[in-house]
């Protein structure tokens, strides 16, 4: 009889496998920036102009946009696959999509631009390695976008992490590649930026144009821009290192989707690994649920592995447990070392708005409850987080400081877990758990 994959893949050691696999290396990257500033057709464009999808496809694509008048939009719904955002015109959720260089192999985390999808971003800014922000170049919209998603989704990004950001300046060619242009916005990003507590070697400035495909994968021919002498997109890219991967560390897996009733499993799961491995055979623990369940086999981009690592985005196939308890938000961890579920901890912050004691609701990625700051315990110095101010009354945008958050339910939360602060749909502050 053949060996179940269960027992063959059992106790290897992934870290090791990994080694040996040779393996090209991964990258995660998130797509932020103001709404319609073009994030889904720049990234329709690099997935096109690297054979990722075809000329049929895209064809297709067209016409059915023409039908209802969005011809332009048919780059965007490359990445905004699903009916909903098509007919809205606004991508609602994380689309994910994946494409290789010789060096590298890139999962592109599409995050909504739209105001009220904060949320969502937050997951995905949360999954990535390093971000790319889309700045719509044309006149007023670079400004209107300051005012708007722009600035906030950059601070997000940063608080959730996220140290390498790629400027894409887009739509260069409705200012006729205007050089004066490109610096006045890349000189009032990085003062912004540097403020944010990005470091200006972590920023990369490319002008480009999504919808034309220029100083995309293509360098951009038209002489207007002979004297930009920089990246395309995708060597910006190429030369952005990824995260450092926690193989080592205990299992830690945030659940995006959910599928249930496979013919595999009775319950699918996908989402990225933050830390550690886990192999075909394992049992997981899922919080907060704190039911175990067992993987019966792993998929990685549609095609079945022994085990997948910190950094993939593997889809996990489930036995030995009701669906009610896996949502998506949730933490699947390994029972030998388990995420704890707690109500009260220190974190933290960077403040976006003014901070008092005062209700909040508190995101884990997607996992969220209502809560309270209930003590602003230190004013800290940004550069050194020393304390600069014990017991500040308030905390003001842009400072850092040290909070007591209680929560209304247990949400499974460690030390170095990101977090992040709405009040009324506004983000008030993002911050990493202390204790
Ligand atoms: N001229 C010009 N227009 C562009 C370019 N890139 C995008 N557009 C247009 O700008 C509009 C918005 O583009 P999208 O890609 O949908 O923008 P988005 O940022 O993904 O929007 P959301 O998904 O709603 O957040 C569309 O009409 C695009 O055709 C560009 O490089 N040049």
Redesign the pocket.
């Known amino acids: 009889m053949e060996e179940s994959p269960s027992v063959k893949s059992k106790d290897l050691n992934v870290a090791e496998e990994f080694e040996k696999s040779g393996m090209k290396r991964m990258a995660n990257f998130v797509v932020i ?1 103001h ?8 990234m329709g464009r690099l997935l096109f102009d690297l054979n990722v999808i075809d000329q049929r496809s895209i064809d297709k694509l067209r016409k059915e946009a023409e039908t209802i008048g969005k011809s ?2 048919a780059l ?1 719904w490359v990445m ?1 696959q699903t009916s909903e955002e098509r007919n809205r ?3 609602v959720d994380i689309a994910t999509n994946h494409f290789e260089t010789e060096k590298t192999r890139f999962t592109i985390l599409d995050a ?3 105001k009220d999808f904060i949320p969502n971003m937050i997951a995905g800014a949360s999954q990535a390695d390093f971000a790319v922000l ?1 700045i719509d170049a044309s006149i007023n919209s670079f400004e209107s976008g300051l005012r708007g998603q722009t600035k906030e989704h950059a601070l997000l990004v940063r608080s959730l992490g996220v140290q390498r950001l790629i400027v894409a300046v ?2 260069m ?2 200012i006729s590649w205007s050089q004066s242009r490109f610096e006045e916005i890349s000189q009032a990003m990085s003062t912004f930026l540097t403020t944010a507590n990005f470091s200006s070697k972590g920023i990369t400035f490319v002008p480009c ?4 495909g220029e100083n995309v994968v293509r360098k951009v021919q038209t002489s207007d821009a002979s004297w930009y002498t920089g990246p395309s997109l995708i060597e910006a890219l190429d030369a952005s290192e990824p995260g450092k991967r926690h193989i080592e560390k205990p299992l830690r897996l945030t659940i995006s989707d959910v599928f249930k009733g496979g013919v595999i499993a009775p319950i699918s799961i996908s989402g990225r690994i933050e830390a550690g491995s886990v192999q075909v055979g394992d049992a997981i623990l899922a919080m907060p649920a704190n039911e175990t369940a067992t993987v019966k086999m792993i998929e990685v981009e549609n095609k079945p592995v022994d085990w997948a690592i910190a950094g993939q985005i593997p889809t996990l196939h489930l036995t030995d447990i009701d669906p009610i308890h896996l949502r998506s938000g949730d933490i699947v961890c390994t029972p030998k070392d388990p995420v704890k579920l707690i109500n009260t901890f220190t974190c933290k912050i960077l403040a976006f708005e003014h901070v008092l004691p005062s209700s909040v609701d508190v995101f884990r990625g997607r996992l969220h409850t209502e809560g309270k700051i209930s003590a602003l315990l230190a004013r800290l110095d940004k550069a050194t987080g020393e304390i600069v101010k014990k017991k500040p009354r308030v905390v003001k945008p842009g400072e850092v400081s040290r909070v007591t958050v209680v929560l209304e339910k247990e949400l499974p939360l460690e030390v170095g877990t990101r977090v992040v602060l709405r009040e009324g749909g506004n983000t008030v502050a993002a911050g990493l758990l202390e204790g």
């Open positions: 920036g709404v319609d500033h073009g994030k889904s057709t720049l332009s939009f965007a905004d015109g606004v991508t909504p631009g739209h889309v887009n739509k060619d409705t144009a999504g919808l034309t």
